[in-house]
């Protein structure tokens, strides 16, 4: 099984680069990692996925070295608005549809102005 | 449109009474899963159906029991309700898990489940 550790929480500025990162010893061959966004008294909102190197969308960059056993997640000039809860998943699929999706505990972001 | 909904949103009981939360996802996608998370927000699959066919249980008490009428509705309903069941449960929707990828959930607003 594909256990990940994050931070708990982190505190950051409004305007400053925050970079969460995660462990994922255990990563499989096919597992991809996904990171999800949750605000208070919301589910989780799809954030970035990726699989090895870098990947950039319009939200945030995710790192993944060679081995693949860590990922970082950079979210650049947060605002007030980025304060939530982070989860970092890695999906660990078995043969055909099986698998298990296991969210790490998840790091509380706190943005302060 | 909501694109993942439950009802209820609150749910309230006493111990030992029998409830159920339903679920429902308009994006035609394949798979639905339910979430429990606790008061540390620990998110912890529970289990997934894929075309109506339960593909993930995780260790989960045998009075949860999930149901899929069909592939865009997936209900829990748990049985003989514990302090312990407090929480709160989020239905999620994929289009597929398969392969070698994880494909994008989509969670809906959850029930907060509070047993007396």
């Known amino acids: 099984l594909a256990k990940t550790t994050q931070p708990i929480s982190m505190d950051s500025y409004e305007g400053q680069e925050v970079n969460i990162t995660c462990s994922h010893n255990?990563?499989?061959?096919?597992?991809?990692i996904t990171w999800y966004q949750q605000f208070p008294s919301q589910g989780p909102r799809f954030i970035i996925q990726?699989?090895?190197t870098k990947v950039t969308n319009e939200v945030a960059s995710l790192f993944i070295p060679a081995d693949r056993k860590s990922s970082t997640l950079s979210l650049p000039r947060v605002s007030l608005s980025d304060t939530a809860v982070y989860y970092c998943l890695v999906g660990d699929v078995g043969s055909g549809n099986t698998g298990k999706l296991i969210f790490g505990q998840g790091t509380t972001l706190q943005v302060k102005p | 449109d909501t694109a993942v909904s439950q009802t209820p949103k609150y749910l309230v009981t006493q111990m030992g009474n029998d409830k159920s939360i339903k679920c429902e996802q308009n994006l035609g996608h394949d798979t639905m899963y339910w979430y429990k998370q606790d008061s540390k927000k620990f998110l912890k699959i529970m289990f997934s159906y894929n075309n109506k066919e339960l593909i993930i249980n995780e260790t989960v008490p045998n009075r949860f029991s999930p149901k899929s009428p069909d592939k865009a509705h997936l209900n829990l309903h748990i049985n003989s309700l514990e302090l312990g069941d407090s929480a709160v449960y989020f239905c999620a929707s994929s289009r597929g898990l398969a392969g070698g990828y994880t494909d994008t959930q989509y969670f809906g607003p959850g029930t907060r489940l509070t047993v007396l």
């Open positions: 990726g699989y090895k």
């Open positions: 255990n990563i499989a061959t096919n597992d991809y």
